[in-house]
């Protein structure tokens, strides 16, 4: 970044040809002034909610907030488009807890400055209250190896809770366009077609229980560390203890050596995604509900269910892979075992709303 601005410094904006250059745009390689940077930033943001009419007047929308750069950038920039264009909603920050001592509780510090910061109502669900189990007695039990697999599908399910409990009527989350190009790259790497045709959709989950939202769909991650360092946000920048050699991270790095190369790559890779097709005769999933909890589900038993069923009774590695949620010979078993404590204690996703 400070290389960037050095360049820019002896030069004037591309975008007003009036103040100094302070940086080069990453996304279009344009040397523009601070003002310039924050004008394009914030209207390009704009324009993708009004051109997808992510939102209508009256709405309650929930934002995930971690406490890192993409969330605090987003509830900032909403906060503030939300004023300006007069959306007319109600805002709220939505935190998870996963239970990672020395991480986790550091961050969500960062979010209840933030919840003073820019006015928003916070509402924080945890791992332990929801599960039984924090991240950090998972590890304990399974190790180093899978742990991001529980992380996730606890996650996932933990925010549509607390949307709940919020009764909102969408959530947003800071996925950006880095993000979402990983995940194309992810998914052909699988051979998921079920994701692979949705996962550069800006809204998703319409079909469930809360919509989700992604405003910085186009977004670069360079460009929200920039947006955020120029305005001094303030945002916790440590990443998860427990993820360093998460598959992700490979993808992450390839996505980065192409942005060095090319720097539209990142969109071309998402307009990639948004062209593929699923043949019609590929049979996709029925989503139904969970037996156990009521979650949505395309099997009797959630993600959720069957992973925390699996640490219960001591069998981690139950719901790991490819597996499709449990027969009903086993369901059967699970039901009859007096040993260890089973999911019938504690229901996943059992919070009250």
């Not at 010979?329 to 260890?340: A, I």
Request: glycine share 8%; charged share 30%; proline share 3%.
């Amino acid at each position: 970044m400070a290389e960037n601005h050095k360049k820019a410094a002896g030069r004037l904006c591309y975008l007003c040809n009036q103040r100094r250059a302070a940086l080069k745009r990453p996304k279009t390689l344009e040397q523009i002034c601070r003002e310039c940077f924050y004008e394009v930033f914030e209207e390009e943001i704009h324009q993708v909610i009004v051109k997808n009419q992510l939102f209508k007047p009256g709405e309650r929308i929930a934002i995930g907030a971690s406490g890192g750069k993409d969330s605090t950038v987003l509830a900032y920039v909403l906060s503030e488009l939300n004023r300006r264009h007069n959306y007319g909603l109600d805002l709220f920050l939505l935190s998870v807890d996963e239970g990672i001592t020395g991480y986790r509780d550091d961050s969500l510090e960062t979010v209840k400055r933030n919840e003073i910061q820019y006015g928003l109502p916070l509402k924080i669900v945890s791992y332990k209250d929801l599960y039984g189990w924090t991240m950090d007695e998972i590890v304990k039990m399974i190790g180093l190896k899978n742990n991001c697999t529980f992380c996730g599908v606890f996650r996932r399910q933990a925010l549509d809770r607390g949307a709940a409990l919020l009764k909102v009527d969408k959530l947003v989350t800071g996925h950006n366009a880095d993000d979402i190009a990983e995940t194309v790259l992810l998914n052909i790497l699988r051979g998921d077609i079920a994701r692979l045709s949705r996962c550069t959709s800006i809204t998703t989950g319409e079909d469930g229980p809360i919509p989700r939202c992604k405003p910085f769909k186009y977004t670069y991650e360079k460009e929200i560390v920039m947006y955020a360092y120029f305005k001094r946000l303030d945002y916790f920048s440590t990443e998860c203890i427990y993820s360093p050699n998460a598959y992700r991270g490979f993808a992450r790095e390839f996505i980065k050596d192409l942005e060095r190369m090319r720097p539209r790559a990142i969109l071309d890779i998402i307009k990639s995604g948004e062209d593929f097709r699923i043949s019609t005769s590929t049979k996709m999933p029925e989503q139904g509900t969970c037996e156990r909890c009521g979650y949505i589900s395309s099997q009797k038993w959630c993600k959720a269910c069957v992973l925390l069923e699996g640490l219960n009774k001591g069998l981690p590695k139950l719901g790991i892979g490819r597996s499709r949620g449990l027969d009903n010979n086993h369901m059967k078993d699970v039901k009859q075992s007096n040993g260890t404590k089973n999911i019938e204690g504690k229901q996943c996703g059992s919070l009250d709303f």
